[in-house]
């Protein structure tokens, strides 16, 4: 089992960036496919972006391609996700989740029920 904390989260403006970070404790960080979701009030909970136990598969939302960047430390048994020219639809609760299926791959990545582990969330707001 894996325990998850996000931090990072916050209020900014529009064109801002913010990193937030998953720390995880328990079982071998990089046993673990990790993933961030988040959901907006009233919204069901989307994937965001998703990354293998070795970095090397990686998966986008579109609405988050090309300004978030998804990474991992295994060392730090830590996942991030750099967000930059954050928008206002960004506002939301961030989520971390893990995997089992470590080399997890395709539209399970995507689902909240490819996910094992979630952590308890964090806060981004964006004003326009």
């Known amino acids: 089992q894996v325990q998850l904390v996000e931090s990072g989260g916050g209020l900014l403006q529009a064109g801002g960036s913010l990193r937030l970070s998953c720390a995880a404790s328990g079982r071998t960080f990089s046993s673990y496919a990790m993933g961030w979701f988040r959901q907006a009030p009233g919204k069901e909970r989307e994937f965001v972006a998703h990354i293998n136990w070795s970095g090397l598969i990686i998966y986008y939302a579109n609405s988050v391609k090309g300004r978030f960047t998804i990474s991992r430390d295994n060392a730090k048994s830590t996942v991030y996700l750099q967000m930059n020219s954050l928008k206002p639809e960004d506002t939301a609760v961030y989520y971390c989740?893990?995997?089992?299926?470590?080399?997890?791959?395709?539209?399970?990545?995507?689902?909240?029920?490819?996910?094992?582990?979630w952590g308890q969330g964090t806060q981004v707001t964006v004003s326009s």
């Open positions: 989740a893990a995997s089992r299926t470590r080399d997890q791959t395709g539209v399970a990545a995507t689902m909240t029920l490819g996910y094992d582990y």
